[in-house]
């Protein structure tokens, strides 16, 4: 987590796990070892910088498991991601959810880039495919707990449901498990 939150895609997480290095690890390396790991420029600044505190863990864990794990722009899920900021943090120094978004790291790429001839990854187009994959995401969720409740051998209690409108169920992600709690109308 500590490598995500300082803004490593998780290509390179997994990388640096192989290697079993810690971020403390990597402090020690050389500019020059950091890319031969495949490292990119913006984290090998990232490591060697330091200057940028970690997104707190609670935000990120929220964008995550909010946005599956999945890049909001393209929706694929077996590629890598990065928690890209909306408006620079150098610029706001703001790590609120609000300005947190899961792209890929192609997306992430083009967030970065300025072009003059073709649509790029504005701070306004990222806040609305950002909208429209969580308002996908939760009607995802909501599909799968109404599945499970009415799948063959669901069982509840009628006093409980009456008693309380929401439903808990557990779905496995590609990267492990999430709790999903859903408000439904009963």
Partial sequence: MALLARG???????IVGSQ????????????EALFALGLDPSEVESVQDGSR??????????????????CCVCRRTAIPIV??????????????EENLVLV????????????SLSLTMSPTRL???KSQWLELARTMDARAILGLANAEGA????????????????????????????????
């Avoid at 928690?83 to 609120?96: F, G, M, R």
């Avoid at 890929?104 to 790429?109: Q, Y």
């Fill in 8 to 14: 490593f895609n998780t290509r390179s997480i997994e």
């Fill in 20 to 31: 079993g290095l810690s971020l403390k690890d990597l402090k020690l390396l050389t500019k």
């Fill in 53 to 70: 505190p970690p997104i707190p863990r609670a935000n990120l864990l929220r964008v995550l498991n909010e946005s599956k794990w999945t």
């Fill in 83 to 96: 928690v890209h900021h909306i408006i620079q943090w150098a610029q706001t120094k703001d790590h609120s």
């Fill in 104 to 115: 890929c790291v192609e997306h992430h790429d083009e967030a970065h880039s300025k072009r």
């Fill in 127 to 129: 806040r609305d495919q």
């Fill in 155 to 186: 069982r509840w209690d009628g006093s409980v449901r009456t008693q309380f409108p929401w439903r808990v169920a557990s779905s496995e992600t590609r990267r492990g498990a999430v709790n999903v709690l859903s408000i439904l109308s009963v």
